[in-house]
Every structure is written in structure tokens, then in C-alpha cells.
């Protein structure tokens, strides 16, 4: 059996945390693990340029093996059509360019407009996979920090709250691992609080269940209600109630993330667009080799094929949010990110109200810069006077302090 403290130091050194110092246990930093799949976090630095040079998580390599090919192609036709007499004089009569020119502008149009509104929908399907994953982690962090802050103080229940808590923490990290390999897919190993002091036949059970969190879901609002019976947890119904509407959101919020995973981009759409995409790299070439010099030919090609297939394979990456692509969301860092949030509660000055000390006699509030502040270098910046002024002195000081 373990102090709080010692389960504390122990937790942090499974989740291969370090301490900063022996004799403060309380920051903390995460190392992840080096195999770790990350979201790329790039710099773009002052002029927003040099980071466009980046090849990991870049699509340029998939757009430039259908440009380049298609840039020898318009090479090529420019060469044949130089050494060519008879299509060489037609081509300098503009026989070739006239009529199909709006024609070939149309296509072009209609293909940047179907591009540019996947990679819309598919930024929209990103954008709402973190946010309702964040909102996930929020709603379950703060039911868990809630039924922390419900805990009795009676001295006699400790041995049960400190038991009920580390349940707690452990069926938590459980719901929001498998909540993760639900979105991710088992390829994926996560990192979970230890689960010694669990009845095998229940650990079995779940092993062998599709639909894990459900369960494990089930199992705390079961533990919540035994323990609110037996005296561990003393806020009343009406506010403890809060906590399955924390959990019940959680769990709504997981299940609209998982329709961005179950309904993919329509099949008919991107087929046409694909489709559109090779004939435009076919076309492409003989309309600029038959319309333009050679250098001109083969630049505009190769920037304009580069260009829709870069949009497009961009949108590909956009339209799974959850996997184990560079461009993915890192939820293996999520876990661990929870994980440290989960036991962090159980430190000891978590768990009780800071003490602080009130002096009637001060009639003066002063307002430091929070660095200086927490780390005791202390130097006013403002100071704003309260006793024995009206209720409207105290709001024109505290608007002066806003500005």
C-alpha cells in the first residue's frame, strides 16, 4: 500500500514524467514517446515562406508525380509541333486555339470550384473532429474533478474516498482510451493508469465487448450512485446530478465524432472529381503546347496541374481527422495529456483550498504581473482603493484598471 504521496512520484514515473525537483512535486512535464504519431507544429517565421520548403506531412511529392509527367507531355508536343510542318502552320493560323479556348476556361472553372469545395467540407469535417474532442475531454474531466470536489472531509470515510478516487481515476483513463481507439482504431496502443486492484472477470469481460465505453460509462455511474449511498459523496442530488449530464454530453459528443469517421466524402463526388483530374492532366498539355510557346507551355502546365492535385490530395488528408498520419490529430498524445490531468488530482494540495490569510486593515488591492507574482519577485503595477467608496467609485476604478 502506497502514501499519497508515493503513488503520486509512482503514476508520474509510468507515465515516464519527470520532476523538476525532489522537494516540490507538484510541476510537471510530459515526455512523449519518440514513436509517437505527432500533428505536424510548424514556425512560419516573420516572412510566412521558408516553411513551404518542409517535406514531412507534404503533399507536393503526390501533385508532382502528375505534373512532371504532364509538363514532358507538353515538352514533347511543342517539339513535334515544331518539326511538324503542317500542323506547325495551323498552329501559327490559330486554328487550334480559337475555338475550344472557353470552352477549355469553362472546365478549368467548373473543376476549381468543385476542388476548393471539398477541401472546404473536408477542413470542416477536421475542424469539427478536435472540437468535439476537446469538448469530450472537458465534459468527463470536469465530471471527474466534480466528484473529486463531492468527496467527504469526515476523517473516519478517508480509507473510502482515497478508494473510491483512484477507482475513479483509472475508470476514467479506461473511458477515454477506449473513446480514443473507438475514433483511432485498434492499431493504436494508448497508455492507461494501472489497473492492478480490478477483478480480473471484469477486466475479461470487457476485453471481449465491441462497445467499450458504454461499459465502462455504465460502471461509473454505478460506482457514483453505490457511493453516494454509502455517505463517500455528500453533495445533494440536485447538484450531483450534474455529473451524468457531464458524462451523458461526453458520451453524445463521441458519438457525433464518430459520424465523421462512419460517413466518409460521397463516393459519386470524388469519383467525378478524380476523373476530372486525370483528363485535366491529359488536356492540360495539348492545349497549352497548341496555344503557347514552349517555356510558356510547359510552365503553365506544370503549375497548374501541381496546383489541383496538391488542393486535392490536401483535402485527402483533411477528410480523416483520426489516424496515424503526420497531418492526423495526435490522440495518443491526448491520452497521455489526460492521463497526467487524472492523476494530478489525487496530489494532496489539489485536493484542499490553498490557505490564505485576510487583513481587514488593507484598503488598497494591488495588481502584480502574474510571473513576478508566482514565482515571488513581486512588483505593483496598480493599485485600486475600495473601503469607504460608493458602489459606483468602485466600478469607475475598476473600468480605469480595464483600460
Sequence with gaps: ??????????????????????????????????????????????WHVLFAFRSKGSV?????AWSIPASLLALGLRLFLEYCEPLAEAHAAGEFSVGVSQAWSSYNFT?????????????????????????????????TSSLFAFSTTKAEKQDEVRRFQHMLVRLMSMLWCTALEQLGGSEFDFEVVDLSGFDTEALDFLRDQQDKCEIILQWIQRMVMYHQETGVLVAAPPILSRVFQELSRGIVLLERTQTIIDIIFPFPYAQIITMALCMHSLMMPVMCSFGMTTPWAVSLTFLSVTAFWGINYTACELERPFGNDVNDLPILLKQQDMNISLIRLLHPLVQKCPVFEYHDSDEELSCYMWKQAINGTEAVTKKVTWKGK??????????????
Excluded at 3 to 8: D, E, G, K, Q, V
Excluded at 21 to 46: T, V
Excluded at 60 to 64: D, G, T
Aim: overall charge positive; proline content about 6%; charged content about 20%.
Design 1 to 46: 500500500k502506497l502514501s499519497r504521496f508515493a503513488f503520486w512520484s509512482a503514476a508520474l514515473r509510468q507515465l515516464n514524467l519527470t520532476l523538476p525537483c525532489a522537494d516540490c512535486p507538484a510541476p510537471i512535464r510530459l515526455q512523449p514517446c519518440a514513436h509517437c504519431p505527432k500533428m505536424i507544429y510548424y514556425e512560419p517565421g516573420n
Design 60 to 64: 507536393l511529392h503526390k501533385a508532382l
Design 111 to 143: 473543376l476549381g470550384f468543385l476542388i476548393v469545395f471539398r477541401t472546404q467540407q473536408s477542413y470542416s469535417r477536421f475542424w469539427e473532429g478536435a472540437t468535439l474532442l476537446q469538448q469530450t475531454r472537458g465534459e468527463w474531466f470536469n465530471a
Design 390 to 403: 460608493s458602489r459606483y467609485a468602485e466600478l469607475q476604478d475598476l473600468d480605469s484598471l480595464q483600460k
